[in-house]
Protein backbone atom coordinates (compact mmCIF):
# COMPACT_ATOMS: atom_id res chain seq x y z
CA UNK A 1 0.00 0.00 0.00
CA UNK A 2 1.41 3.27 -1.27
CA UNK A 3 1.85 6.11 1.65
CA UNK A 4 0.57 9.77 1.28
CA UNK A 5 2.29 10.75 4.58
CA UNK A 6 5.63 12.52 3.78
CA UNK A 7 8.77 11.62 5.56
CA UNK A 8 9.59 13.40 8.20
CA UNK A 9 12.93 14.68 6.74
CA UNK A 10 13.15 14.80 2.59
CA UNK A 11 15.60 12.37 1.27
CA UNK A 12 17.78 13.88 -1.48
CA UNK A 13 19.48 12.43 -4.33
CA UNK A 14 23.31 14.09 -4.33
CA UNK A 15 25.82 12.91 -6.25
CA UNK A 16 25.71 9.30 -6.52
CA UNK A 17 23.39 8.66 -3.16
CA UNK A 18 19.73 9.34 -1.57
CA UNK A 19 20.59 11.28 1.89
CA UNK A 20 18.51 12.74 4.44
CA UNK A 21 17.86 16.80 3.67
CA UNK A 22 20.15 17.38 6.65
CA UNK A 23 23.04 16.02 5.09
CA UNK A 24 22.46 17.11 1.30
CA UNK A 25 25.39 19.09 0.93
CA UNK A 26 27.49 20.04 -2.42
CA UNK A 27 31.09 21.41 -2.63
CA UNK A 28 30.95 25.81 -2.41
CA UNK A 29 33.48 24.95 -5.54
CA UNK A 30 30.92 23.46 -7.54
CA UNK A 31 30.59 25.63 -11.40
CA UNK A 32 26.77 26.04 -10.38
CA UNK A 33 27.45 27.99 -7.42
CA UNK A 34 30.41 29.90 -8.63
CA UNK A 35 28.81 30.50 -11.80
CA UNK A 36 25.34 29.69 -12.16
CA UNK A 37 26.80 26.60 -14.81
CA UNK A 38 24.28 23.79 -14.96
CA UNK A 39 20.88 23.05 -16.35
CA UNK A 40 17.82 21.84 -14.51
CA UNK A 41 14.04 20.28 -14.83
CA UNK A 42 11.15 20.64 -12.74
CA UNK A 43 8.43 17.71 -13.21
CA UNK A 44 5.12 17.20 -10.94
CA UNK A 45 4.27 14.05 -9.37
CA UNK A 46 0.31 13.74 -9.46
CA UNK A 47 -1.88 10.64 -7.79
CA UNK A 48 1.51 8.62 -7.34
CA UNK A 49 2.19 9.41 -10.81
CA UNK A 50 4.56 11.27 -12.66
CA UNK A 51 3.56 13.54 -15.45
CA UNK A 52 5.11 13.43 -18.96
CA UNK A 53 8.44 12.16 -17.66
CA UNK A 54 9.78 11.21 -20.69
CA UNK A 55 9.29 14.20 -21.84
CA UNK A 56 10.77 16.28 -19.02
CA UNK A 57 13.96 14.33 -18.92
CA UNK A 58 14.62 14.93 -23.13
CA UNK A 59 14.56 18.27 -22.18
CA UNK A 60 16.92 18.04 -19.38
CA UNK A 61 19.30 16.27 -21.60
CA UNK A 62 19.06 18.44 -24.44
CA UNK A 63 19.76 21.32 -22.46
CA UNK A 64 22.60 19.79 -21.21
CA UNK A 65 23.76 18.82 -24.42
CA UNK A 66 23.39 22.75 -25.67
CA UNK A 67 26.11 23.54 -23.12
CA UNK A 68 28.47 20.84 -23.77
CA UNK A 69 27.55 19.59 -19.97
CA UNK A 70 27.73 15.90 -18.86
CA UNK A 71 25.16 14.02 -17.01
CA UNK A 72 26.53 11.71 -15.04
CA UNK A 73 23.64 8.84 -15.40
CA UNK A 74 21.71 7.73 -18.84
CA UNK A 75 18.32 8.86 -19.32
CA UNK A 76 16.81 5.35 -18.44
CA UNK A 77 19.01 5.38 -15.45
CA UNK A 78 17.78 8.90 -14.64
CA UNK A 79 14.15 7.83 -14.79
CA UNK A 80 14.72 5.77 -12.37
CA UNK A 81 16.01 7.57 -9.87
CA UNK A 82 13.69 10.44 -10.10
CA UNK A 83 11.07 7.86 -9.52
CA UNK A 84 12.76 6.27 -6.71
CA UNK A 85 13.18 9.95 -5.34
CA UNK A 86 9.34 10.65 -5.33
CA UNK A 87 9.28 7.04 -3.78
CA UNK A 88 11.14 7.47 -0.93
CA UNK A 89 9.84 10.59 0.19
CA UNK A 90 5.88 8.82 0.06
CA UNK A 91 4.85 11.71 -2.10
CA UNK A 92 1.20 10.86 -4.20
CA UNK A 93 1.76 14.44 -5.59
CA UNK A 94 4.99 15.99 -5.57
CA UNK A 95 7.36 18.91 -6.50
CA UNK A 96 9.94 17.49 -8.53
CA UNK A 97 13.44 19.00 -9.53
CA UNK A 98 16.60 17.80 -11.12
CA UNK A 99 19.42 19.67 -11.52
CA UNK A 100 22.64 18.49 -13.73
CA UNK A 101 25.70 20.73 -12.70
CA UNK A 102 29.64 21.29 -14.72
CA UNK A 103 30.74 20.32 -11.02
CA UNK A 104 34.20 20.97 -9.36
CA UNK A 105 37.33 22.10 -11.66
CA UNK A 106 40.40 21.62 -10.14
CA UNK A 107 40.94 25.01 -9.74
CA UNK A 108 38.05 27.51 -8.37
CA UNK A 109 38.32 29.48 -12.04
CA UNK A 110 35.89 29.77 -14.75
CA UNK A 111 37.54 26.80 -16.85
CA UNK A 112 34.80 24.51 -17.85
CA UNK A 113 36.80 21.77 -18.50
CA UNK A 114 38.08 19.05 -16.23
CA UNK A 115 35.62 19.49 -14.04
CA UNK A 116 33.76 16.40 -12.50
CA UNK A 117 29.77 16.69 -13.10
CA UNK A 118 26.95 16.89 -10.28
CA UNK A 119 23.45 15.52 -10.14
CA UNK A 120 21.26 16.95 -7.72
CA UNK A 121 16.91 15.23 -7.42
CA UNK A 122 14.84 16.24 -4.65
CA UNK A 123 10.74 15.69 -4.24
CA UNK A 124 8.74 17.90 -2.34
CA UNK A 125 5.24 18.15 -1.13
CA UNK A 126 3.59 19.83 -4.70
CA UNK A 127 3.97 23.52 -4.33
CA UNK A 128 2.49 26.08 -6.70
CA UNK A 129 3.77 29.36 -7.76
CA UNK A 130 0.22 30.62 -7.31
CA UNK A 131 -1.30 30.60 -3.85
CA UNK A 132 -3.63 32.19 -1.92
CA UNK A 133 -6.67 31.22 -3.54
CA UNK A 134 -5.29 32.87 -7.10
CA UNK A 135 -5.88 29.54 -9.32
CA UNK A 136 -9.33 30.41 -8.59
CA UNK A 137 -9.67 33.85 -8.93
CA UNK A 138 -6.56 35.00 -11.07
CA UNK A 139 -3.34 37.20 -10.47
CA UNK A 140 -2.49 40.45 -11.49
CA UNK A 141 0.64 41.24 -13.50
CA UNK A 142 2.75 44.15 -14.80
CA UNK A 143 4.93 44.06 -18.20
CA UNK A 144 8.92 44.23 -16.84
CA UNK A 145 10.50 47.46 -17.97
CA UNK A 146 13.33 44.72 -18.41
CA UNK A 147 14.27 42.70 -20.93
CA UNK A 148 14.27 39.19 -21.59
CA UNK A 149 18.21 37.90 -22.82
CA UNK A 150 17.52 37.43 -26.15
CA UNK A 151 18.98 33.96 -28.28
CA UNK A 152 21.70 36.21 -29.56
CA UNK A 153 23.01 35.53 -26.02
CA UNK A 154 22.45 32.64 -24.83
CA UNK A 155 19.40 29.98 -26.18
CA UNK A 156 16.20 30.37 -24.35
CA UNK A 157 15.28 26.56 -25.13
CA UNK A 158 17.87 25.79 -22.63
CA UNK A 159 16.75 25.90 -19.03
CA UNK A 160 20.04 27.14 -17.47
CA UNK A 161 20.47 27.60 -13.44
CA UNK A 162 21.28 30.81 -14.12
CA UNK A 163 17.43 33.18 -13.53
CA UNK A 164 18.60 36.19 -12.57
CA UNK A 165 17.05 38.08 -15.08
CA UNK A 166 13.57 36.00 -14.02
CA UNK A 167 14.21 36.88 -10.36
CA UNK A 168 14.46 40.51 -11.14
CA UNK A 169 11.39 41.08 -13.20
CA UNK A 170 9.86 38.77 -10.44
CA UNK A 171 11.24 41.48 -7.54
CA UNK A 172 10.15 44.45 -9.73
CA UNK A 173 6.60 43.01 -10.19
CA UNK A 174 6.01 42.09 -6.56
CA UNK A 175 7.47 45.91 -5.48
CA UNK A 176 4.89 47.59 -7.54
CA UNK A 177 2.18 45.53 -5.65
CA UNK A 178 1.55 42.79 -8.68
CA UNK A 179 2.14 39.26 -8.50
CA UNK A 180 3.98 38.65 -11.05
CA UNK A 181 5.74 40.37 -14.71
CA UNK A 182 5.08 39.83 -18.24
CA UNK A 183 8.83 39.68 -20.06
CA UNK A 184 9.52 41.40 -23.03
CA UNK A 185 12.12 40.63 -26.25
CA UNK A 186 14.30 43.36 -27.20
CA UNK A 187 11.96 44.65 -29.98
CA UNK A 188 8.97 45.04 -27.48
CA UNK A 189 6.94 41.50 -27.96
CA UNK A 190 5.80 39.41 -25.64
CA UNK A 191 7.78 36.16 -24.45
CA UNK A 192 6.76 34.46 -21.69
CA UNK A 193 6.63 35.20 -17.80
CA UNK A 194 9.02 34.25 -14.79
CA UNK A 195 8.79 30.69 -15.14
CA UNK A 196 5.20 30.75 -17.01
CA UNK A 197 4.31 30.54 -20.77
CA UNK A 198 1.42 32.80 -22.13
CA UNK A 199 -1.38 32.07 -23.79
CA UNK A 200 -4.21 34.99 -24.74
CA UNK A 201 -7.96 34.07 -26.51
CA UNK A 202 -9.16 36.58 -28.59
CA UNK A 203 -12.42 35.28 -30.07
CA UNK A 204 -12.21 32.20 -29.21
CA UNK A 205 -9.18 31.49 -30.68
CA UNK A 206 -5.38 30.85 -28.41
CA UNK A 207 -2.21 32.43 -29.36
CA UNK A 208 0.96 32.08 -27.60
CA UNK A 209 4.27 33.16 -28.28
CA UNK A 210 6.45 31.71 -30.24
CA UNK A 211 9.64 32.89 -30.04
CA UNK A 212 12.18 33.70 -27.12
CA UNK A 213 10.56 31.38 -24.68
CA UNK A 214 11.67 28.09 -23.13
CA UNK A 215 9.24 25.95 -24.83
CA UNK A 216 7.22 24.82 -22.03
CA UNK A 217 5.98 21.22 -21.49
CA UNK A 218 2.96 22.16 -20.07
CA UNK A 219 2.63 24.79 -23.29
CA UNK A 220 2.78 21.92 -25.07
CA UNK A 221 0.27 20.04 -22.97
CA UNK A 222 -2.10 22.96 -23.75
CA UNK A 223 -1.26 22.83 -27.43
CA UNK A 224 -2.90 19.45 -26.81
CA UNK A 225 -5.85 19.70 -25.18
CA UNK A 226 -6.82 23.18 -27.37
CA UNK A 227 -6.78 20.30 -30.32
CA UNK A 228 -9.12 18.00 -28.45
CA UNK A 229 -11.20 20.27 -27.70
CA UNK A 230 -10.99 21.49 -31.41
CA UNK A 231 -10.39 25.02 -30.09
CA UNK A 232 -7.95 27.07 -32.81
CA UNK A 233 -4.87 27.64 -31.16
CA UNK A 234 -1.64 28.91 -33.16
CA UNK A 235 1.90 30.87 -32.21
CA UNK A 236 2.18 34.19 -32.95
CA UNK A 237 3.48 37.70 -32.29
CA UNK A 238 1.98 39.24 -29.27
CA UNK A 239 2.46 42.42 -28.12
CA UNK A 240 0.96 44.44 -24.61
CA UNK A 241 -1.38 46.02 -26.51
CA UNK A 242 -3.00 42.35 -26.90
CA UNK A 243 -2.59 41.20 -23.82
CA UNK A 244 -4.75 44.42 -22.38
CA UNK A 245 -7.53 43.68 -25.28
CA UNK A 246 -7.71 40.03 -25.04
CA UNK A 247 -10.84 37.99 -23.80
CA UNK A 248 -8.56 36.04 -21.76
CA UNK A 249 -5.11 35.59 -20.64
CA UNK A 250 -3.78 32.81 -19.06
CA UNK A 251 -0.20 31.10 -17.88
CA UNK A 252 1.41 27.71 -18.24
CA UNK A 253 3.69 26.19 -16.12
CA UNK A 254 4.54 22.71 -14.22
CA UNK A 255 4.13 24.37 -11.00
CA UNK A 256 0.90 25.61 -10.70
CA UNK A 257 -0.55 23.60 -13.88
CA UNK A 258 -3.06 26.34 -16.30
CA UNK A 259 -3.94 29.73 -14.44
CA UNK A 260 -5.67 33.12 -15.52
CA UNK A 261 -4.30 36.47 -15.62
CA UNK A 262 -6.90 39.18 -14.63
CA UNK A 263 -5.16 42.50 -14.39
CA UNK A 264 -2.19 43.57 -16.56
CA UNK A 265 -0.57 47.50 -15.77
CA UNK A 266 -3.61 48.29 -14.25
CA UNK A 267 -5.88 47.12 -16.97
CA UNK A 268 -8.56 44.61 -16.69
CA UNK A 269 -8.55 41.54 -18.37
CA UNK A 270 -11.77 40.76 -20.16
CA UNK A 271 -14.52 40.31 -17.18
CA UNK A 272 -11.69 40.37 -14.52
CA UNK A 273 -12.42 36.93 -13.55
CA UNK A 274 -10.98 33.15 -15.13
CA UNK A 275 -12.23 32.76 -19.00
CA UNK A 276 -14.75 29.90 -20.18
CA UNK A 277 -11.77 28.82 -22.02
CA UNK A 278 -8.85 29.19 -19.46
CA UNK A 279 -11.79 26.71 -17.17
CA UNK A 280 -12.21 24.39 -19.87
CA UNK A 281 -8.23 23.92 -20.51
CA UNK A 282 -7.41 23.48 -16.23
CA UNK A 283 -10.13 21.29 -15.84
CA UNK A 284 -9.05 19.10 -18.66
CA UNK A 285 -5.27 19.70 -17.46
CA UNK A 286 -6.42 18.26 -14.25
CA UNK A 287 -7.68 15.14 -15.53
CA UNK A 288 -5.14 14.36 -17.47
CA UNK A 289 -2.91 13.98 -14.36
CA UNK A 290 -5.96 12.56 -12.41
CA UNK A 291 -5.63 9.85 -15.43
CA UNK A 292 -2.33 9.51 -14.92
CA UNK A 293 -2.29 8.35 -19.00
CA UNK A 294 0.59 10.22 -19.62
CA UNK A 295 2.43 9.65 -16.70
CA UNK A 296 5.16 7.42 -15.45
CA UNK A 297 3.96 5.31 -12.06
CA UNK A 298 5.29 5.65 -8.85
CA UNK A 299 5.37 2.20 -7.33
Known amino acids: MK ?3 PVQEPILYVNGAFVPRSDAKISVFDHVILYGDGVYDTMCAWNHAIFKLDEHIDRLYESAHA ?3 NIPVSKEELKAIVIETVRRNHLANAYVKVVATRGVGA ?3 MSPYDCKPGLIIFAVPYVSLVSGG ?3 TGIKMIVSSLRRIPNECISTKIKSCN ?3 HILMRLEANEAGADDAIELDLEGYVCEAPGYNVFIVKNGEIYTPSDNILVGITRQTVLELAAMLQLPAKEARIQPFDLYNADE ?3 SSTAGGIF ?4 LDGRRIGEGRPGAITTRIRERYV ?3 EGRTHSRLVE
Open 3 to 5: STD
Open 67 to 69: VKL
Open 107 to 109: QPL
Open 134 to 136: HEE
Open 163 to 165: YLN
Open 249 to 251: VFL
Open 260 to 263: AVVE
Open 287 to 289: SLL
